[in-house]
């Protein structure tokens, strides 16, 4: 198991012996993780229209060669989001610019100053292909456990949309996706051995993973 909680300004580190992402090292490539970023007392829902469009737009726009947003989920007062990183250093550094992008234009909108996000967040290495499945899984159809009045097959409030990995094709949305293409085995071909995600399937619970 690989969990690293941290202060929101602090450097994101995760270690898990041999799997441990190093700088530098070409034996030990780059794994995806599942990171939580959750938000502070008193805020308005991050699903609503005006709030959604900026976050979905800073996640666009963070979106680098050596950090990439794979796929998200924005629900209350949390973000859920899949993401890869070249190194350590890139996944400290991207995690903390995307809180930081994020603030900012939550705080625009809201016309506010001050703390947006909680003073940790929370990364979950992921491993195996079947782990990195329940991780997408759990991201994009998050809104299940906290909406299970929502009969909806998807979320709008995610990548879905974009998503090519249901069983069912979804329309091409009008416009550019906001994630990127995985590049790391696990999070491209390595989840799809245990089957395409179906549109009834929801999060499992499980300890190492907050609400």
């Known amino acids: 198991m690989v969990v690293a909680t941290v202060r ?22 780059p794994i ?8 502070r007392a008193g805020l308005p829902s991050l699903r609503s229209d005006r709030l959604f469009e900026v976050i979905r737009e800073s996640i666009r726009a963070t979106n680098r060669t050596e950090f990439r947003v794979l796929h998200f989920s924005v629900q209350r ?24 992008r994020l603030a900012r234009a939550v705080n625009r ?10 003073d940790r967040y929370h990364a979950h290495a992921l491993k195996t292909p079947k782990e990195t499945r329940n991780a997408v899984v759990y991201v994009l159809m ?10 909806r097959p998807f979320d709008p409030c995610s990548s879905a949309p974009w998503f090519d990995g249901f069983r069912s094709a979804l329309p091409a949305p009008p416009d550019q996706s906001p994630t990127w293409k995985p590049r790391t085995w696990l999070a ?19 300890s190492t993973t907050p609400a």
């Open 8 to 29: 929101a300004d602090h450097p994101l580190k995760v270690e898990d012996g041999p799997c441990l992402i190093v700088p530098g090292s070409s034996t030990r490539p």
């Open 109 to 118: 909108v809201l016309e506010r100053r001050g703390p947006v996000w909680g």
């Open 77 to 100: 007062d949390h973000l859920r989001l899949v993401v890869e990183a070249q190194d350590e250093t890139a996944l400290s550094s991207g995690a903390r610019g995307l809180s930081i």
């Open 188 to 206: 491209s071909t390595g989840w799809r051995r245990h089957g395409l995600i179906g549109f009834g399937e929801a999060p499992k619970p499980k």
């Open 142 to 151: 998050n809104f299940k456990k906290h909406h299970p009045q929502d009969r």
């Open 32 to 39: 995806p993780l599942h990171l939580t970023l959750r938000a």
